[in-house]
């Protein structure tokens, strides 16, 4: 039996747990990165670097935001492969327009 975040082995892990996928990394380290650059963007704007604080804001923004939308991303997928698993549905999803054997 396989644990996850030392809970037992389940059909799958809870929506909530979805900060402890791996797949959510690079949205997390996205959110760490801007903070610590608009950290950096605040002492430079105090210090009179204004060419810094604009180059600050647009890269704090852009990490912000970007991590935002990833983690947001994933958790609506995990949150779908719950629903989809509890339903006992297991055959993957498609992306685009569902086919149609009749032509």
Same mark, same amino acid.
């Given at each position: ?5 030392g $809970? ?5 892990? &809870? ?14 380290v996205?959110?760490? $990165? ?8 605040l002492?430079?704007?105090?210090s009179? $670097? ?31 492969d ?5 339903a ?9 327009? &569902? ?5």
């Amino acid at each position: 039996m396989s644990q996850h975040a030392g $809970f037992s082995d389940t059909s799958g892990t &809870p929506t909530g747990e979805s900060i402890l996928d791996t797949v959510n990394g690079t949205g997390l380290v996205l959110l760490l $990165f801007g903070s610590l650059v608009l950290g950096s963007t605040l002492t430079a704007a105090g210090s009179g $670097f204004t060419v810094w604080s604009v180059i600050g804001v647009l890269a704090s923004v852009l990490c912000l935001v970007t991590g935002a939308a990833v983690v947001r991303i994933e958790h609506h997928r995990a949150h779908v492969d719950e629903r989809v698993s509890a339903a006992g549905n297991d055959r993957p999803r498609t992306i685009g327009l &569902p086919r149609h054997p009749g032509r």
